[in-house]
């Protein structure tokens, strides 16, 4: 059995940071192997890919309309993975979900709220 738990949102003005956390409960070396990723979804938008980083070097992939603002790590010893979160803008705005994916098969969490607002 695969849990994840986000957690870090919040509500921030424009221009403000989080850091939003994803920890995983399973059995064995899952976490380490799985490919982690964030995604997002705003009200009345389907959900997108924020960012993407594998298990065997770490490499990392961005939605286009990250443009640098985001970090996407992971601590394998923790099994917990993060999402730095800067310069943030109104449009942000949307539950953060993390998933992983091994093989054929995909979890999810159940999503931090992060609200960009002044």
């Known amino acids: 059995q695969v849990q994840l738990v986000e957690s870090g949102g919040g509500l921030v003005q424009p221009g403000g940071s989080l850091k939003l956390s994803c920890a995983c409960a399973?059995?064995?070396?899952?976490?380490?192997?799985?490919?982690m990723s964030w995604y997002r979804q705003a009200p009345g938008k389907e959900r997108e890919l924020v960012a993407t980083?594998?298990?065997?070097?770490?490499?990392?992939n961005y939605g286009d309309f990250v443009k640098g603002r985001f970090t996407i790590s992971r601590d394998n010893a923790k099994n917990t993975m993060y999402l730095q979160v800067n310069s943030l803008k109104p449009e942000d705005t949307a539950v953060y979900y993390c998933?992983?994916?091994?093989?054929?098969?995909?979890?999810w969490g159940q999503g931090t709220q992060v609200t960009v607002s002044s």
């Open positions: 998933s992983a994916r091994l093989g054929p098969l995909t979890y």
């Open positions: 399973s059995s064995g070396f899952f976490f380490s192997r799985a490919a």
């Open positions: 980083i594998t298990s065997t070097d770490g490499t990392t």
